[in-house]
């Protein structure tokens, strides 16, 4: 059985559609990246697995429980999945110590904490994501961008997920950053066994990350299958217009095909 | 504690201090005083036995104006809680309402914000009579609209905060958000708001008890004691103008509390201070003399990296750029830059947050201005001096021959003009065309870029056309004056991959039509690289290497450079094996010298932001 499952998902903001007819599987402990342009979606889906999105139509299952509707079991159903956001600079309260922060992510356990319970536990989630858990009592502006996305990946684990939704986890940072939090999202998931829904507009990262792809555009789903094959053999134009897109170091960019917008 | 030691924050203290001590102790020390009648002194001029003078009844004024001090604060503080406390508990309420209750709630205070708030106290006082507690209730409850709308307004914009969504997400209610989130971001401004309402809401009572609608003999306030003295405005002034002062007095120390209990600096009196400081300072502070050993523009300075052929088009040597830090010292951001472009070269500038990238091209065109202190031994376009102040021809020539195209073309296009309108503004100003040889050419400027219908769309505004449009637009618009110079800060940046190949498309094509010089500044090594001649890296405010694009690879040597590049996912990364990382010390994101993040928090200007804005004038 899959982590995540998404069938013939539809979402609807009003009247406007956003996604219509998508279907994704994550498998226990693997990476599924979901590619595509603003607009296409990509965000409205991980915002509707935890239920932050409307869904209009279609269901999102984690480990076979729907995460749809009010019901309790669908509450409980949500809080195994977590987010993680793309700006670490909104994500974390400014005027709340990070380790509180953190703490508030053990509330998705849906356990009671006793209060040393819940200081181990964070000082635990810190050293997990190599932030120096004696800064647990400092407020988010003491660190540094690349230290608070860690912070935020800390929180997420805090509910102790099955599923983890990293939704542009990178777009915010510098390259140098980037690939520590690229790093350590592997090594969690190694570590952990976690199931990740690995969400981004930058086809190098989601390559690098990810068992299998998924290319997304105008709210739907234009072409999925393992990484690998699928960079190596685009099946659809869409899918070969962005690998063309992608610059690459040293390599002179030529500019026939897409002169023309 | 650091807020409290601030010139605003020691007198507000002061006041405050100060002010209490007169409405603890002003009715035992003058309470008898105010009361004695003394028919024989009555109508006393102020004088050294009677500061104010006296009243008809010979009581002292003075006396009697300390002695009110209690009642009065009382009354001002009772109202300001009231309307604070009832602003705060409709405003949360209104927050965590559903949908159509909660449009109905707000819809009911936005009414009542609608009426003047005199006309609501003289309904309450109807209603109560005239008593001073009846005109605290009414001014009280009169504010409370108003700061309903502020707690709303701020309560609202921080639960749209992705932390407030993530903690829904884990699964915290309502009144967890409410009180562990919202109410704690929103304190300071309300706090503020609070002492600010405050001297507003004793200037009500004043007016209120000089109307006569308020306090009521034989108590009194200060209100009411200007209401005596005016009678006798002519024989002895500072009976009226004696209660005045101390009114303005206690207004402007709940003004002080307010201003010290702004936390953002540059908004009060400090941004103020510090920004005289900074005017001062730079003609103090110790820099490099212009043009001193360099024999004219040019010559002498030796900017290029490898390969430095020809004159110049623009250049820049020993550039530095600093900005005042707000305690009275200066902050260099571009540490003694070098940099020189060709006529039809095409530089790439890479560099990661706070690398001083974009500054370097602002000050390249001119665009920087004050706060920021530029310095540099050369600087100039073509042979216009941009450290001489220039004459009009020479800035109108900068105009044209340099264009610019920022990062977000949403900001830095007119939402209230028209494409058309801010297409032809370079063409009219600098060229003195008319307008319909302007449109002609604003026309050809979107063509150029492939937009399709130019003259229709001319007529759009800019969230009429999707982002890649607009920033081909701008490029559009930074052709029309057919530039020598192109300096394109980001201008991919928030756009999707294939947009982006679009736009750099359009950027290329207008180089190799006009032959014009590009200025691309990115944080994207890989993007630079394959569309530039030369790239410059730039860290930490200091070019690290300069480098020919084709064979960055190979040619790279600075660490810094090699481990951005090593660092970058590409399409041929090895996906079994970690990403190498740049190591620490090296990396940009450390925290700059004195503990500051790198990005400040939202709404503190930074200095990219700063004179991106000003920039963005031109």
């Not at chain 1, 996604?19 to 915002?47: D, H, Q």
């Not at chain 2, 003004?255 to 941004?271: F, W």
């Not at chain 2, 250049?315 to 010292?329: I, K, Q, S, T």
């Not at chain 2, 294939?498 to 090594?525: C, E, F, G, N, P």
Request: glycine fraction near 12%; charged fraction near 20%; include cysteine.
């Amino acid at each position: 059985m899959a982590a995540l499952e998404i069938e013939n998902l539809g979402i609807r903001y009003g009247t406007r559609s956003v996604v219509a007819g998508v279907s994704l599987a994550v498998a226990p402990g693997t990476t599924v990246g979901l590619v595509g342009e603003s607009g296409s979606g990509k965000s409205s889906i991980a915002n509707a697995a935890v239920g932050l999105a409307p869904v209009a139509s279609g269901d999102i299952r984690v480990g076979g429980a729907s995460t749809v509707g009010r019901r309790a079991a669908a509450r409980a159903a949500r809080r195994r999945v977590q987010l993680i956001f793309q700006d670490p600079f909104s994500a974390l309260d400014p005027r709340m110590p990070v380790g509180e922060s953190v703490a508030e992510g053990t509330l998705a356990t849906g356990r009671r904490w006793g209060r040393e319970e819940r200081r181990r536990r964070v000082r635990e989630l810190l050293e997990q994501v190599h932030v120096d858990p004696d800064r647990a009592g400092a407020l988010p502006g003491a660190f540094s961008g690349g230290q608070r996305q860690r912070i935020t990946i800390a929180r997420a684990l805090a509910g102790e997920p099955e599923v983890l939704i990293a939704d542009e986890v990178t777009s915010a940072l510098d390259v140098s950053v980037q690939s520590t939090v690229l790093n350590l999202l592997r090594e969690l998931q190694r570590t952990l066994g976690l199931s990740i829904l690995f969400i981004s507009h930058n086809l190098a990262v989601v390559r690098y990350i990810s068992d299998e792809i998924y290319v997304m555009r105008g709210g739907g789903i234009v072409e999925s299958g393992p990484t690998e094959a699928l960079l190596d053999a685009p099946a659809d134009p869409y899918t070969a217009e962005l690998l063309g897109a992608v610059p690459v170091l040293g390599e002179r960019m030529t500019f026939e095909e897409a002169a023309t917008p | 504690m650091k807020k409290l030691l601030s010139p605003a924050g020691i007198a507000a203290s002061l006041g405050l201090a100060l002010l209490l001590a007169l409405a603890l102790a002003g009715p035992a020390l003058w309470g008898e005083a105010a009361t004695q009648r003394a028919v024989a002194d009555r109508w006393a001029p102020a004088g050294s036995e009677f500061h104010f003078g006296t009243d008809d009844l010979g009581r002292d004024i003075f006396a009697r104006v300390m002695a009110a001090t209690r009642l009065s604060l009382l009354l001002t503080l009772g109202a300001t809680a009231i309307g604070v406390g009832g602003g705060v508990l409709v405003g949360l309420t209104a927050v965590v309402l559903p949908r159509y209750p909660r449009r109905f709630l707000v819809w009911i205070m936005d009414m009542l914000l609608a009426f003047p708030w005199l006309l609501l106290v003289l309904f309450f006082t109807v209603i109560w009579g005239a008593t001073a507690t009846g005109a605290m209730l009414a001014i009280g409850l009169s504010g409370i609209p108003n700061l309903t709308r502020l707690v709303y307004n701020l309560a609202a914009s921080v639960s749209e905060q992705d932390y407030v969504r993530a903690a829904r997400v884990a699964g915290a209610g309502p009144v967890r958000v409410l009180f562990r989130h919202i109410l704690p971001n929103i304190a300071n401004p309300l706090l503020v708001q609070a002492s600010a309402s405050a001297s507003v809401t004793l200037l009500a009572f004043a007016g209120l008890s000089f109307l006569g609608l308020g306090v009521q003999a034989p108590e009194y306030d200060w209100g009411r004691l200007i209401n005596e003295g005016v009678a006798h405005l002519y024989t002895n002034p500072m009976a009226a103008i004696g209660p005045g002062i101390v009114i303005v007095f206690a207004g402007l120390v709940f003004t002080l509390v307010a201003e010290a209990l702004t936390d953002r600096p540059g908004q009060g009196l400090r941004g103020v201070a510090a920004a005289a400081r900074a005017a001062v300072l730079p003609g103090a502070a110790p820099l490099p003399a212009r043009g001193a050993g360099a024999g004219g523009p040019g010559d002498g300075a030796d900017p290029g990296g490898p390969g430095d052929r020809g004159p110049a088009l623009a250049e820049v040597a020993d550039l530095r750029v600093a900005f005042p830090d707000g305690a009275g010292g200066l902050v260099e951001r571009v540490r003694g830059v070098s940099l020189a472009v060709r006529p039809g070269e095409v530089v790439g500038i890479v560099g990661e947050s706070g690398s001083g990238k974009s500054l370097t091209a602002m000050a390249l065109a001119g665009l920087l201005e004050a706060p920021a202190v530029v310095s540099a031994r050369v600087r100039r376009f073509d042979d216009i001096d941009l450290d001489a102040p220039l004459t009009r021809a020479l800035s109108k020539r900068l105009g044209t021959e340099l264009g610019f195209v920022f990062q977000d073309p949403l900001t830095s296009l007119n939402p209230a003009l028209t494409i058309g309108r801010q297409l032809t503004e370079v063409s009219r100003t600098h060229l003195g065309m008319s307008r319909s040889r302007a449109r002609d050419r604003a026309v050809a400027g979107l063509e150029a870029v492939g937009i399709p219908e130019p003259r229709r769309r001319l007529g759009d505004y800019p969230h009429q056309f999707s982002g890649g449009m607009r920033q081909r637009a701008m490029i559009g618009m930074a052709l029309t004056g057919h530039p020598r110079l192109i300096i394109a800060d980001e201008p991919t940046t928030a756009l999707d991959v294939t947009v982006q190949k679009q736009v750099l498309a359009v950027l290329r094509r207008a180089q190799r039509s006009t032959d014009a010089a590009i200025v691309l500044i990115s944080h994207d090594i890989a993007l630079v690289s394959g569309f530039c001649d030369r790239v410059v890296v730039m860290k930490d405010g200091e070019v690290v290497e300069d480098l020919d694009a084709q064979h960055i690879r190979e040619q790279a040597r600075h660490p810094y450079t090699r481990g951005l590049i090593a660092c970058l996912p590409d399409m041929r990364s090895d996906r079994t094996r970690p990403l190498p990382v740049v190591e620490d010390g090296v990396p940009a994101a450390d925290p700059l010298p004195g503990g500051e993040p790198r990005r400040p928090a939202p709404g503190v200007p930074t200095a990219d932001a700063g004179t991106r804005s000003g920039g963005s004038a031109l």
